[in-house]
T-cell receptor
Framework: GQQLNQSPQSMFIQEGEDVSMNCTSSSIFNTWLWYKQDPGEGPVLLIALYKAGELTSNGRLTAQFGITRKDSFLNISASIPSDVGIYFCAGRTGAQKLVFGQGTRLTINP | ETGVTQTPRHLVMGMTNKKSLKCEQHLGHNAMYWYKQSAKKPLELMFVYNFKEQTENNSVPSRFSPECPNSSHLFLHLHTLQPEDSALYLC???????????????FGAGSRLTVL
């Protein structure tokens, strides 16, 4: 079946630093979604991408739909303590179900 | 109430107990989902309901029994579970599972299940 490789699995950074994470697949996707999960909560949608090459921002977050349609990137600029959590990518091919990455756990040292 | 609401938030049960998880969505969506989230593993899709009809059962053991009485409510009935079933169970809803652009999932906060 389809699989997503999300990296890194965890990140330990200083407040104010920029963050980059990505997801790759051997399959071509038509949709890429990025979610964030706070401790004790469910995932919340951050950014949705529907076109190859699309670059979309949500505040300090920027995500891109890779040109090859096999990858996506999420960047966070000038991290703050509330950015702590687990970030998930999710992708879909056509009408197939969403496939989720393993998550990137972000920890920020003040 | 807004969004997707799950109850209970925490549940501890023995292997011989019977319990149920409840999910309610107030978004007017047509599809509802159950996902299992275990530590260090991707979210695992369990069941999908579209307009109250089950459209996907992802090879889930029969000790998990879903019920969808209407498009706003979804239950997961649990019986004779195993300790390895301990996990966070997430409910989600979406507007239309067949329309890629409208199929963004909205998740509930989850029910943390511990099986002793």
């Amino acid at each position: 079946g389809q699989q997503l490789n999300q990296s890194p699995q965890s990140m330990f950074i200083q407040e104010g630093e920029d963050v980059s994470m990505n997801c790759t697949s051997s399959s071509i996707f038509n949709t890429w979604l990025w979610y964030k999960q706070d401790p004790g909560e469910g995932p919340v949608l951050l950014i949705a991408l529907y076109k190859a090459g699309e670059l979309t921002s949500n505040g300090r977050l920027t995500a891109q739909f890779g040109i090859t349609r096999k990858d996506s990137f999420l960047n966070i600029s000038a991290s703050i303590p509330s950015d702590v959590g687990i970030y998930f990518c999710a992708g879909r091919t056509g009408a197939q179900k969403l496939v989720f990455g393993q998550g990137t756990r972000l920890t920020i040292n003040p | 109430e807004t969004g997707v609401t799950q109850t209970p938030r925490h549940l501890v049960m023995g292997m011989t107990n019977k319990k149920s998880l409840k999910c309610e969505q107030h978004l007017g969506h047509n599809a509802m989902y159950w996902y299992k989230q275990s530590a260090k593993k991707p979210l695992e899709l369990m069941f999908v309901y579209n307009f109250k009809e089950q459209t996907e059962n992802n090879s889930v053991p029969s000790r998990f029994s879903p019920e969808c009485p209407n498009s706003s409510h979804l239950f997961l009935h649990l019986h004779t579970l195993q300790p390895e079933d301990s996990a966070l169970y997430l409910c989600a809803s979406s507007q239309d599972p067949t329309n890629t652009g409208a199929n963004v999932l909205t998740f509930g906060a989850g029910s943390r299940l511990t099986v002793l």
